[in-house]
């Protein structure tokens, strides 16, 4: 495959999840005020964010490897399944698909009468946070141990769902599930990043706090994903497996 056509598989999905994941968020969580019926609330955001993963890793994973993640490529790499060579292509090609996302997310909400994002909300816009931006309260430490411990795991569930040795064809139900299960964990605490380019793809469009707390939405992220990639080579690797080519 192509690295262009890599790159162009990495930019939709990552738009596909920010749409999808942020735009379940935007729109729908919370449709009709609380209590109406018809909002689909945390549990419904946590499926979006798998539901874009698992069909988008069928669509594109053939292609790029369906990464859709800078965390998740810098983990792979770390694993020894992803070369070293490609991460700065990936990365970008992620963030600015991220960023289309969010602006179709903008454009649309733009549409209803009254639309304004209040930067000075928890999780204005799907955006992640902590402290007073933390949808629970949560502070620094509990985001930071929340984002690696949670990213770090998301890394082994890919790595071992995508090992020669795991049935075939389930890997997108694996990781999609996996990730659905880390929102459910932690979308009270910052509404769920384990993903540097979702969170920086809506932040540009609140400003403020959320582009000042951007940094541990990056740190984070990509410590656990090292950590994870790390752990999944000495625990399951039997050789060269690169994936993504």
């Not at 955001?45 to 800078?70: D, E």
């Not at 454009?107 to 304004?116: I, K, R």
Request: net charge negative; hydrophobic share 50%; charged share 5%.
């Amino acid at each position: 495959m192509t690295k262009s056509k890599k790159l162009a598989a990495e930019f939709l999905g990552t738009m596909w999840l920010v749409l999808g994941g942020c735009g379940s968020a935007v729109f729908a969580a919370n449709f009709g005020g609380d209590g109406n019926p018809l909002g689909i609330g945390f549990v419904g955001v946590a499926l979006a964010f798998g539901l874009t993963v698992l069909t988008g890793a069928y669509a594109f994973g053939h292609i790029s490897g369906g990464h859709f993640n800078p965390a998740v490529s810098i983990g792979l790499m770390v694993g020894k399944r992803f070369p070293a060579a490609e991460l700065p292509g990936y990365i970008i090609a992620q963030v600015l698909g991220g960023v289309f996302g969010a602006f179709i997310i903008y454009l649309v909400a733009s549409g209803q009468s009254g639309f304004a994002i209040d930067a000075s909300s928890a999780g204005a816009f799907a955006t992640n946070g902590f402290g007073e931006f933390s949808p629970g309260g949560y502070s620094m430490m509990s985001a930071l141990i929340a984002e690696i411990v949670l990213t770090a795991v998301f890394l082994i569930i890919i790595m071992g769902s995508t090992h020669h040795r795991a049935p075939v064809g389930f890997a997108p139900i694996a990781i999609g599930l996996g990730l659905t299960l880390i929102h459910l964990i932690s979308i009270p605490i910052t509404n769920t990043s384990v993903n540097p380019a979702r969170s920086t793809a809506v932040a540009l469009f609140v400003g403020g706090e959320s582009i000042s707390q951007l940094w541990l939405f990056w740190v984070a992220p990509i410590i656990g994903a090292v950590i994870g990639g790390g752990v999944y080579a000495w625990l399951g690797h039997e050789g060269p497996d690169i994936i993504g080519e």
